[in-house]
């Protein structure tokens, strides 16, 4: 196979400083080297590749903007961003794991957590030596998690957690769950371990999405948390929601590298196919596709950089983060729709990574907010009206 | 001990190259230039031996402000230090070896890894040029290599098989695919990298001794030709082979 080089058509390379370039292509040689030659296989089986962990860490994947005396790499917003676009040319569930164990566990342990919470955890999980997952979702609260009802009662020394969490992502290979739950009626955050009497996680099954990520229920069953697991600067759901932000921000970024995947896979196929005597790259109609492909992953590429550029120089709001998201996620759904196309059968094999991406891509567009909840998100901004609350 | 680790930059081989219009170089503009792949092979090992006896690692690059780069994925990789000896024109084997072994001199380096040739110019020689130089031993092709005390034991590869060679320190090794697996620059190891110095002095003076009169690419390859999808085509397929390209 050829060598993946990017897809830049406005030089964007140019705006980028050096480091940033450097980590972002160790990412993608990591990505073309360890994860696109096994991935189908792990997708094929409904498997997370295990084995992927310790070589992430390696690397220094986790946590990557939190600082160096956690064992993390202290990088920019906009190096975070490219190495989510990277991991996500590779297979968005292995982003999802990169995401979830940077923006919704060690984020939360990091921004919330007391100082012997993050001196325990942060290295652990930087090193991948601990992996953790991120519990908001319950089976009948999913884009109006405030009517949760998950509960925390307080008890000597600590507190009781009852209640069930759906569709947590790593939930069934954690050791630590950020769990929220309402404690005398306020959203507030836990750190729920593996082994906790009444504790279980077990797997989804059935998913036709997000394959080779593991996702799962949490269920908590009078659940004793001490009082040292209770994440001492949480204050409401607008913390949990503070992660979402993280990790929309990281999915803005990520579902670039699916786009470019899916285009990079349609281009050299439209090139080398022949039908009536010529490519089919050579039909005003393929081109018109290619060009639009093209077009839209130039426009999130941009539209990602300044994203990255604002949440670096502390002007970044909530809104403009689900305008990335939704647009983005979007297209890349666009975008891997018209590559099936392009590819004809052969779309859809798991030998193109195309139908992998089009389907991982619906679960992409669902969590951290859908599309229909971001929309009302940005509504709600420009109109001073919330159609939703 | 001191490691030096010599690197050089070279076009990426999955870029297309043009050929200046006089005809002697290529026209950089557009080509993506990377580490030369041997040369990461020779890292790795310089940065395993030093992971194992101690000691301090010199990436050294012979070339223009360019090379820059490829000296400081070095360094992201782990190398201690970077230097570069400027020059930017065009040296050949020569010259270039001429200018590291000065260098390696002056830092005092009996261990001096390279990669075992430079996918530009293929020459497959500065490794050897260089010990010479030193009067150090060289030992080319390594896949395989242990050190102990001031022995050293390399295996190498040679047409249809391997040999086992010692020899001792100081010694030059060229490094050839499968000597080890190089390690990715960590996000880490490329912040700190942004932190050392790149160390620049103009490479020693000497004059080429070998000229390029000409460079020009390889004839244009014919298309290839689909007789068929299924095994209906095989009997052409054979008697195209026989008759036309003659080779069975
Ligand atoms: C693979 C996967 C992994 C996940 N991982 C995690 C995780 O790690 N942690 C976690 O907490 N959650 C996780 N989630 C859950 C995810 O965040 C939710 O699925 C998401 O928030 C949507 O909730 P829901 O599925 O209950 O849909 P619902 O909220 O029931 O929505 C159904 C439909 O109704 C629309 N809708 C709802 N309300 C409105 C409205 N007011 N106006 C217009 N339209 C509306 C929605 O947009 C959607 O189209 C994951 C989900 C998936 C699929």
Redesign the interface.
């Known amino acids: 196979m ?2 993946f ?1 990017g897809v830049d058509y406005f030089n964007i390379e140019s705006l980028l400083s ?2 940033e370039k ?2 972002r292509d ?1 990412v993608r ?2 990505v073309s080297a360890e994860i696109i030659p096994i991935i189908e296989k792990y997708n094929r089986d409904g498997q997370f590749p295990h084995q992927l962990i310790e070589k992430m860490a ?4 986790f946590g ?1 903007t939190l600082p ?1 005396e956690y064992s993390c ?3 920019n917003n906009v ?1 975070y961003g490219l ?1 989510m676009q990277e991991l996500e040319r590779g297979d968005s569930g292995v982003r999802s794991f990169v995401s979830v164990q940077s923006s919704l566990v060690m984020y939360p342990i990091y921004a919330f957590g007391s100082e012997e919470q993050k001196d325990y955890w942060l290295p652990l999980l930087a090193q991948g030596r601990r992996i953790g997952c991120f519990g908001l979702t319950e089976p009948d609260f999913g884009s109006n998690p405030s009517g949760m009802i998950t509960k925390a009662q307080k008890v000597q020394d600590g507190y009781t957690l009852n209640g069930a969490k759906m569709w947590i992502t790593n939930g069934t290979i954690a050791d630590v769950a950020v769990v929220w739950a309402k404690l005398n009626g306020v959203v507030t955050g836990f750190l729920v371990e593996k082994g906790m009497n009444g504790f279980t996680a077990p797997e989804m099954k059935g998913k036709l999405s997000l394959r080779a990520s593991v996702t799962s229920e949490l269920i908590f069953d009078n659940v004793f948390i001490p009082e040292k697991n209770l994440l001492p600067k949480t204050e409401g759901l607008k913390n949990a929601l503070m992660c979402l932000n993280q990790a929309r921000y990281g999915i803005a970024w990520g579902v670039v590298g699916s786009m470019m995947a899916c285009y990079d896979a349609a281009l050299n196929y439209a090139k080398s196919r ?1 039908q009536f005597g010529k490519p089919i790259a050579s039909f005003q109609m393929t081109q018109e596709k290619l060009v639009l492909m093209l077009t839209e992953i130039t426009k999130s590429q941009l539209l990602n950089l300044q994203l990255g550029r604002m949440k670096d120089n502390g002007t970044l709001k909530h809104y403009h983060v689900s305008l990335a998201k939704r647009n983005n996620c979007d297209k890349a759904s666009e975008i891997a729709i018209l590559a099936r196309e392009i590819l004809g059968a052969n779309g859809i094999l798991d030998e193109y990574p195309v139908m992998r991406h089009l389907a991982n891509l619906e679960s992409v567009k669902t969590y951290e907010g859908t599309h229909e909840m971001h929309t009302l998100i940005i509504g709600e901004d420009i109109t001073g009206i919330s159609a939703f609350e | 001990m001191k490691i030096a680790v010599c690197v050089s930059h070279v076009p990426d081989t999955a870029t297309k190259i043009k050929i200046n219009s006089e005809g002697k170089s290529i026209d950089p503009i557009g080509v993506t230039f990377v580490v030369n792949p041997y040369d990461e092979y020779a890292i790795e090992e310089a940065l395993k031996t030093k992971e194992k006896f101690g000691g301090e690692v010199f990436a050294i690059s012979v070339g223009g402000e360019a090379n820059k780069e490829t000296i400081r994925k070095a360094l992201a990789m782990g190398a201690d230090n970077g230097i570069l000896l400027k020059d930017n024109n065009e040296r050949d084997s020569f010259a270039v070896a001429k200018a590291l072994a000065e260098e390696i001199k002056l830092i005092g380096c009996e261990l001096v890894f390279m990669g075992k040739q430079s996918v530009d110019y293929d020459n497959s020689i500065t490794g050897q040029l260089t010990a010479e130089m030193l009067g150090y031993s060289c030992i080319t092709t390594v896949v395989d290599l242990e050190i102990d005390n001031q022995k050293v034991i390399a295996e190498r590869e040679i047409e249809g098989g391997r040999e086992v060679v010692e020899s001792e320190l100081p010694v030059v090794i060229t490094a050839q695919k499968g000597l080890n697996e190089p390690r990715y620059a960590s996000l880490k190891g490329i912040m700190a990298a942004k932190k050392k110095v790149i160390e620049e002095k103009p490479a020693f003076s000497v004059e080429n001794v070998s000229e390029i009169i000409k460079m020009y690419s390889p004839p244009a390859k014919n298309p290839g030709r689909i007789l068929g999808t299924d095994s209906s085509a095989v009997p052409e397929l054979v008697r195209l082979l026989r008759e036309e390209a003659k080779v069975i």
Do not use: N
Request: charged share 25%.
């Open positions: 050829q060598k080089v050096e480091d450097m980590i160790s040689d990591f390696d690397l220094g994947l990557v160096q790499a202290e990088l190096a190495i022949i």
